[in-house]
């Protein structure tokens, strides 16, 4: 059963550092999404991208975040000056009305 | 406001018995998702319902939606201990400039004790 992949599944980083969070989203899924989880609060919803383009962004997606389809399999989400308040799950997530979600990244801003 | 709230925070039941959580929600949707979460891992998708249905079943899952009041339930019958998760619905609201949005609640913690 196909599905989305993401890598790393842990990345820790130092305040200030940039990031990238890869994920491989399923292969014939046209809408990709971005969803970060702050340990112990909502799953918070931050871009969708359709056709090599942003679709909707949340107000946490600022000018530090930006998303990529560099090819025709991964998406990419960079952090350009990580803060500590950055430190969340990061989950991919591929459909259209049904969404699928990958694994997530736990990334930790030291 | 709140999007995609809960009941009860925490259900502990035993093994055979059902499990039903609620969710309620503020806006007009598209559609109501429900999605399990075991301990630090990644969102499994449960059960989508349309705004105009009003009852699906998948499995011992059975979701009813009831969209005069923006709320929804999720009944799951015959718990097993590997239901224990953190169940979360979520909503795609109407009025986006997209499909796809989905606003999560705080989610239902539940354990079924074998």
């Known amino acids: 059963e196909p599905e989305v992949t993401q890598t790393p599944s842990h990345q820790v980083t130092q305040m200030g550092q940039e990031v990238i969070l890869r994920c491989v989203p399923i292969s014939n899924h046209l809408y990709f999404y971005w969803y970060r989880q702050i340990l112990g609060q909502k799953v918070e919803f931050l871009v969708s991208f359709y056709n090599n383009e942003i679709s909707e962004k949340s107000e946490i997606f600022d000018d530090q975040f930006s998303v990529e389809r560099p090819d025709g399999s991964n998406f990419t989400l960079k952090i350009r000056s990580t803060k500590l308040e950055d430190s969340a799950m990061y989950f991919c997530?591929?459909?259209?009305?049904?969404?699928?979600f990958g694994p997530g990244t736990r990334l930790t801003v030291t | 406001s709140q999007q995609g709230e809960e009941d009860p925070q925490a259900l502990s039941i035993q093994e055979g018995e059902n499990a039903t959580m609620n969710c309620s929600y503020k806006t007009s949707i598209n559609n109501l998702q429900w999605y399990r979460q075991n301990s630090g891992r990644g969102l499994v998708h449960l059960i989508l319902?349309?705004?105009?249905?009003r009852e699906k079943h998948s499995g011992r899952l059975r979701v009813t939606l009831d969209t005069s009041k923006k709320s929804s339930s999720l009944l799951i019958t015959a718990s097993r201990a590997a239901d224990t998760a953190s169940y979360f619905c979520?909503?795609?609201?109407?009025?986006?400039?997209?499909?796809?949005?989905?606003?999560f609640g705080q989610g239902t913690i539940l354990t079924v004790h074998p």
């Open positions: 319902i349309r705004s105009n249905e």
């Open positions: 997530a591929s459909g259209w009305y049904e969404q699928y």
């Open positions: 979520a909503t795609d609201a109407t009025g986006g400039t997209s499909y796809g949005k989905l606003t």
